[in-house]
T-cell receptor, first 108, second 119 residues
Framework: EIVLTQSPGTLSLSPGERATLSCRASQSVSSSYLAWYQHKPGQGPRLLIYGASSRATGIPDRFGGGGSGTDFTLTISRLEPEDFAVYYC?????????FGQGTKLEIK | EVQLLESGGDLVQPGGSLRLSCAASGFTFSSYAMSWVRQAPGKGLEWVSAISGNGGTTYYADSVRGRITISRDNSRNTLYVQMNNVRAEDTAVYYCAKIPRWGYGMDVWGQGTTVTVSS
């Protein structure tokens, strides 16, 4: 099973700043099968990025994804107040999905 | 509007059984694979199971294989998960999600239904 490790565990930033979140896989992941989600309390998760770098429908262009192989990143170029949440990466491989443990993005 | 609505969450005793449902609307249900994902209290997201559009292919996480069965009724636009021999570690909010294409993320999610396993 591929293990996804996200860092940092918590990221404290201010609105307007740039956020960079990391997702490292225990073995190579197909870029096509790497996704990122935003999750807020009391809501279902929201798909942000699929295929490592493609924005999902309705996602603002301040969200960007990149990377390949075992190292992937989610970048939020200028934080808005509504962006403070928990973010998860997810991969699909060997007939199963796995999630990273999450990065909490909090207001500094 | 594309929507998923979970139901069936409850308090259940260890060793008991429970069936969760997910009613879909706003899209051609039978055309899409579907999945269950859960979140235990204070923990992150954990993938549980997935099923193809026609129900012919199913996948399970190792942590639930043999105790959970995913199924769907395309005539009722409804996804199910049957949980047997539940354990305390099955306590979680259970979400259903739509898979637009295998591996390309999950693009629609419900609000979740809560399962509590306790005596």
């Amino acid at each position: 099973e591929i293990v996804l490790t996200q860092s940092p565990g918590t990221l404290s930033l201010s609105p307007g700043e740039r956020a960079t979140l990391s997702c490292r896989a225990s073995q190579s992941v197909s870029s096509s099968y790497l996704a990122w989600y935003q999750h807020k309390p009391g809501q279902g998760p929201r798909l942000l990025i699929y295929g490592a770098s493609s924005r999902a429908t309705g996602i603002p262009d301040r969200f960007g994804g990149g990377g390949s192989g075992t190292d992937f990143t989610l970048t939020i170029s200028r934080l808005e107040p509504e962006d403070f949440a928990v973010y998860y990466c997810q991969q699909f491989g060997s007939s199963s999905y796995t999630f990273g443990q999450g990065t909490k993005l909090e207001i500094k | 509007e594309v929507q998923l609505l979970e139901s069936g969450g409850d308090l259940v005793q260890p060793g008991g059984s429970l069936r969760l449902s997910c009613a879909a609307s706003g899209f051609t249900f039978s055309s899409y694979a579907m999945s269950w994902v859960r979140q235990a209290p204070g923990k992150g997201l954990e993938w549980v199971s997935a099923i193809s559009g026609n129900g012919g292919t199913t996948y399970y996480a190792d942590s639930v294989r043999g105790r959970i069965t995913i199924s769907r009724d395309n005539s009722r636009n409804t996804l199910y998960v049957q949980m047997n021999n539940v354990r305390a570690e099955d306590t979680a909010v259970y979400y259903c999600a739509k898979i637009p294409r295998w591996g390309y993320g999950m693009d629609v999610w419900g609000q979740g239904t809560t399962v509590t396993v306790s005596s």
